[in-house]
C-alpha cells in the first residue's frame, strides 16, 4: 500500500482532515506532516485576535498520523474492508505553542498492536525542530 | 498456585482500569471484568498484557476471547504456565 493510498482510506475529510503527507512507515512506527491553514474555522475563536493552534487539535493530528495511518498501515492485509476506528486514551504534554501556518511533522513509534488495539508512543515536532508536545496515545484499530 | 494470592495479584492488575469501585472492594472469582468492574474493551488489553508480563506467559486471541472474570483469567494463567513446564 502507498502512503497516498493510506491517506486515501483515512475516514475524514476537509475541515477535520490532518494529515498532509506521510514520510515514511513501516510495522514499528509512521512520521507524516501537516500545515495548518491561517483559515481553519477555530483559530477565528482560540483566542480572541491571538490565534494559536488549541490542543485538542494537536492531539488530533498525533492521533490521525501517528495511530490512525499506522493502524490502517498495520491493517494492509484487509484491503478492500474499511478499518473501524476508535480513540481510547490519550496521555499528552503540550511544550510549545504552535500558530496558524505552521508546518509540524509527528513522529510516531508502536508500544504494541495487541488483540485490535494499538497504543504508540508520539511527538510532533515544529519546522525548528523543537518538540512541541509528546505522550501515548491509544485506539482500538479493526477492520470491518 | 494459591487460589487467595492469584485472586489479590489479579486485583492489583485490575485496580487502575475498574470504573466501579464497590465491585473492586467485593472482588470473589466470579467478578465479571467488564460487567461487574466495568472495565471498557480498550482497558481489557492492559488487563491482559499485564498479566502476560507479571506471569511471564503469552495469551493467543481464543484465551483473551474467554478472559471475561476472575475465575476464567486464573484458569487461563494456569493453563498457560503449566503448559510452559
Given at each position: 500500500m502507498t502512503n497516498q493510498e493510506i491517506i486515501s482510506k483515512?475516514?475524514?475529510?476537509?475541515?477535520?482532515?490532518?494529515?498532509?503527507?506521510?514520510?515514511k512507515i513501516n510495522e514499528n512506527g509512521v512520521e507524516g506532516t501537516y500545515t495548518f491553514d491561517e483559515?481553519?474555522?477555530?483559530y477565528k475563536g482560540h483566542f480572541k485576535d491571538n490565534p494559536v493552534t488549541p490542543g485538542i487539535i494537536l492531539t488530533e493530528v498525533m492521533a490521525q498520523i501517528g495511530l490512525v495511518c499506522l493502524g490502517i498501515f498495520l491493517l494492509?492485509?484487509?484491503?478492500?474492508k474499511n478499518p473501524s476506528i476508535a480513540l481510547t486514551s490519550t496521555a499528552i504534554e503540550f511544550l510549545k505553542p504552535v500558530f496558524p501556518n505552521e508546518k509540524v511533522t509527528v513522529i510516531s513509534e508502536k508500544v504494541y498492536f495487541r488483540f485490535g488495539k494499538l497504543k504508540c508512543k508520539v511527538i510532533m515536532k515544529n519546522e525548528k525542530g523543537d518538540v512541541v508536545c509528546t505522550g501515548k496515545i491509544a485506539g482500538m484499530v479493526i477492520s470491518k | 498456585m494459591n487460589k487467595e494470592q492469584t485472586i489479590e495479584e489479579l486485583k492489583n492488575i485490575v485496580k487502575p482500569y475498574i470504573q466501579n469501585q464497590e465491585a473492586f472492594d467485593s472482588?470473589?472469582?466470579?467478578?465479571?471484568?467488564?460487567?461487574?468492574?466495568?472495565?471498557n474493551s480498550a482497558s481489557l488489553v492492559d488487563v491482559i498484557l499485564d498479566i502476560e508480563e507479571k506471569y511471564d506467559i503469552v495469551i493467543d486471541n481464543e484465551a483473551m476471547e474467554r478472559m471475561l472474570n476472575v475465575k476464567a483469567a486464573m484458569e487461563i494463567i494456569e493453563t498457560k504456565l503449566s503448559e510452559k513446564n
Open positions: 483515512l475516514p475524514y475529510s476537509k475541515p477535520f482532515l490532518f494529515v498532509d503527507e506521510i514520510l483559515n481553519l474555522d477555530f494492509d492485509n484487509s484491503l478492500n | 472482588l470473589t472469582e466470579n467478578t465479571d471484568f467488564i460487567n461487574d468492574l466495568k472495565i
